[in-house]
Every structure is written in structure tokens, then in C-alpha cells.
């Protein structure tokens, strides 16, 4: 054990073949003490380190799950929260890059949601009439105001069943922050546009009249995803208009028109598993971020498939990106010399609360 924790600098200028050979070695001195989870939008070079990989839903389901002592969270800020929420008490999670946030999640914070809950109770019973619903992609305290309202948190692989175990209980909705997922998920299940308004959080109200929130059956947060935002219906006709063979698979993130125009929509997991089990020598048009995507190509490749990133200019999840082998190798070496470095902790009182909506989900799911 050292005495102080590693600092980061001395990793900042190592080469990633160092930083891999570093990684491998620390992982097998902590003997199993430690589990690295990945998702699938990081870079190839962290990516091979995971021992799980998958979509939100999933290393939710592996950090629940997880007995490992050190949950080390290759992904972006609230899945690490999520891991820390839901795993036991001793156990710590990790995020290599502490500034690995998420833009999305960043577009709702709890006074701006309490301020819209306080609005639409000056027209609805909202206790009685709203249930709100969280995408995992948001801070802890938002899923901890769901807890505390009878709501739910939802995924972009589950938010079909959990709308529905939502309406069942309630015939409204409140849905933050990504209105896409919202929209296309609400689409899916037959709920007419006009039944579904759009919640601006700069505007009193939301920008809305108090017709359009009483007959609103979803009320989506104006929030959205800069990555999924650069895909647009015009990239398909174009595409298609070369190939007219090519088959378009968007995550919901993406707006309407693109979901609209494609043929199959689903969470990270879903698009690999439907491309990857997909007929060979087929060709793909994928909405999503660029790692996934270029590893999805190579996976498939052998089988005569094609698959292409859906946008002219490569856009991949910058605050995704933010976790390289250096910081990898930063969090393991220091797990190794007896150092917890960039540990994410829930207060207790926010993570019960979050819990409880996150209980909802997995239940629900
Ligand atoms: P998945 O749950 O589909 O992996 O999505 C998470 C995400 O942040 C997509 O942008
Ligand atoms: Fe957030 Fe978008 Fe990055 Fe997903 S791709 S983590 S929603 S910024």
C-alpha cells in the first residue's frame, strides 16, 4: 500500500499499449475483488477490459447482481450512481473520469422538475393523476423524486412495459428528460401525437395552455440527446436512394422522423443483437454512436454484412469518450496500492428513494 493515492498525471502521458499491459496486471493482483463494467458506446481500447458489457438495463441488472467488492463503471456519471444505488452498501463504485456527465441528463435537475410538478398541480390533481417517469439517463436526485411520487425510472430497452405499468396506475405521464424516447415509445403504443405535449422547461407552464395539459396523456420534458440529434430523415433517403436494399435501425434517443422512417428500433443491446442475428450479406443503416457502430461493422463483417453509421459526420458521446486507459489504469493501480479513487456515492436518503424507483423498473421489466 502506498500512502497517498496515485495522482492522474503520472498516467496522462503513457501510451495506451502501456496502459493496457498496466490494466491487465492490476486486474488479475485484485483477484477478482473487482469487476469493470462496459458500455457499449466506449472506445475498443477500454471496451476489451469489461467483464460485462451491455445496454443501461442490463449493468444495471450486473451491478445489482455484482459481488465483487469494486464496481469499476466504464460508462458515464449516473450509471455509476445507478451501480452505487443498487449495489450493497460495502461495495464501491467507480468512474474512471469523473467528468464523464451526460449531456441529456444534464437538460433536467430537480428544481426545474419540482417547478413543473408545482405548475401542473394549479390544473391537475397530480398526486392522483401524474406518475413521473425517469429515464436512467438522469441524476440520482430525479430518480429519487420519482421514488417519492410513486413513480418509476425506464430504460430505452423497457420503457414500453414501464408506460404501461404507469397507465395502468395513472392516466398521466411525465416523462424526463429525453422527449424522444417518450415519443417514439408512446408512438409504438398507439397514443395519438396530439396526446402527448412537449414540456418546455424555460417557459411558465412549460409553454403549454391549460387545455393542452389536461388533455395530454404524456407530458415530455424538452430534453434531448446531442449525439441521436445529429441523425435525420434526409441521411436515410439518401442512403436508400444508393441502396435500396438497406435495412435502418435507430435507438429511440433519435426523433420521430427518423424512428418513423426506420425499420426497426431498439436500445443499444437490441441493435446489436437484431444486426448480429440478421440474415447474411445484408446491408444496415444504423442511428447510434460511432463505437458501437464501427465494432458493430467489424462483428459482422465476415458475414458479408454492411453496416454504416447513419450521419455524414462521425459523431461519437464525447462525455463517453472521456474514459481512456489512462484513467483506467489510474483507478486499478490505485485499487491495487489500497487507494478508492473517483468513488460515486448516493446520499442515503437520495439513494433509498431511488432505489424504489428503480425497484419499480426491474420489477416491472
Ligand atoms: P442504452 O440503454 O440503449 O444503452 O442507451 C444509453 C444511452 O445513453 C444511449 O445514448
Ligand atoms: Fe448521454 Fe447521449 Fe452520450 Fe447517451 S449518447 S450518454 S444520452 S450524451
Known amino acids: 500500500m502506498t500512502d497517498t493515492a496515485l495522482p492522474i498525471q503520472d498516467y496522462a502521458l503513457l501510451d495506451d499499449e502501456e496502459c493496457n499491459a498496466r490494466i491487465i496486471k492490476a486486474k488479475e493482483q485484485l483477484n477478482g475483488e473487482c469487476i469493470i463494467l462496459g458500455h457499449h458506446y466506449q472506445r475498443n481500447e477500454v471496451f476489451q477490459h469489461a467483464d460485462f458489457s451491455g445496454d443501461s438495463l442490463k449493468l444495471s441488472r450486473q451491478a445489482a447482481q455484482s459481488q465483487a467488492k469494486y464496481i469499476v463503471f466504464c460508462g458515464v456519471h449516473f450509471m455509476a450512481e445507478v451501480a452505487d444505488i443498487l449495489s450493497r452498501p460495502e461495495q464501491i463504485a467507480i468512474l474512471p473520469d469523473m467528468a464523464a456527465g451526460c449531456s441529456m441528463?444534464?437538460?433536467?435537475?430537480?428544481?426545474?422538475?419540482?417547478?413543473?410538478?408545482?405548475?401542473?398541480?394549479?390544473?391537475?390533481?397530480?398526486?392522483?393523476?401524474?406518475?413521473?417517469?425517469?429515464?436512467?439517463?438522469?441524476?440520482?436526485?430525479?430518480?429519487?423524486?420519482?421514488?417519492?411520487?410513486?413513480?418509476?425510472?425506464?430504460?430505452?430497452?423497457?420503457?414500453?412495459?414501464?408506460?404501461?405499468?404507469?397507465?395502468?396506475?395513472?392516466?398521466?405521464?411525465?416523462?424526463?428528460?429525453?422527449?424522444?424516447?417518450?415519443r417514439n415509445t408512446g408512438v409504438q403504443m398507439d397514443i395519438p401525437l396530439q396526446h402527448m405535449v412537449t414540456w418546455d422547461f424555460s417557459k411558465?407552464?412549460?409553454?403549454?395552455?391549460?387545455?393542452?395539459?389536461?388533455?395530454?396523456?404524456?407530458?415530455?420534458?424538452?430534453?434531448?440527446?446531442?449525439?441521436?440529434?445529429?441523425?435525420?430523415?434526409?441521411h436515410i433517403d439518401e442512403f436508400k436512394a444508393k441502396y435500396p436494399e438497406t435495412k435502418v435501425i435507430s435507438h429511440p434517443e433519435a426523433c420521430f422522423e427518423v424512428c418513423q422512417k426506420s425499420d426497426y428500433i431498439g436500445s443499444t443491446e437490441n441493435i446489436l443483437k437484431i444486426v448480429k442475428e440478421a440474415e447474411p450479406d445484408t446491408r444496415w443503416l444504423v442511428a447510434?454512436?460511432?463505437?458501437?457502430?464501427?465494432?458493430?461493422?467489424?462483428?459482422?463483417?465476415?458475414?458479408?454484412?454492411?453496416?454504416?453509421?447513419m450521419a455524414p459526420t462521425l459523431s461519437m458521446c464525447s462525455t463517453m469518450f472521456r474514459t481512456d486507459p489512462q484513467h483506467l489504469a489510474w483507478v486499478l493501480e490505485n485499487l491495487v496500492a489500497g487507494h478508492v479513487v473517483n468513488q460515486v456515492s448516493v446520499s442515503q436518503e437520495e439513494s433509498a428513494l431511488a432505489k424504489q424507483a428503480l425497484d419499480n423498473m426491474l420489477q416491472a421489466s
Not at 204 to 226: D, R, T
Not at 288 to 309: P, S
Open 288 to 309: 447510434t454512436e460511432l463505437n458501437l457502430v464501427n465494432r458493430l461493422h467489424e462483428a459482422c463483417k465476415d458475414q458479408g454484412k454492411n453496416v454504416h453509421f
Open 105 to 182: 441528463a444534464d437538460m433536467a435537475n430537480k428544481v426545474k422538475v419540482q417547478q413543473c410538478w408545482d405548475e401542473l398541480a394549479t390544473v391537475l390533481d397530480v398526486e392522483n393523476a401524474v406518475t413521473p417517469i425517469t429515464y436512467i439517463n438522469s441524476a440520482a436526485d430525479l430518480k429519487a423524486f420519482c421514488g417519492s411520487h410513486e413513480g418509476i425510472v425506464c430504460t430505452s430497452s423497457n420503457a414500453e412495459k414501464i408506460l404501461n405499468w404507469c397507465f395502468e396506475r395513472r392516466e398521466k405521464v411525465l416523462f424526463f428528460p429525453d422527449q424522444h424516447l417518450g
Open 204 to 234: 411558465p407552464m412549460g409553454g403549454l395552455s391549460v387545455e393542452q395539459i389536461k388533455q395530454a396523456k404524456m407530458i415530455l420534458w424538452k430534453g434531448h440527446c446531442s449525439v441521436h440529434q445529429a441523425f435525420r430523415p434526409e
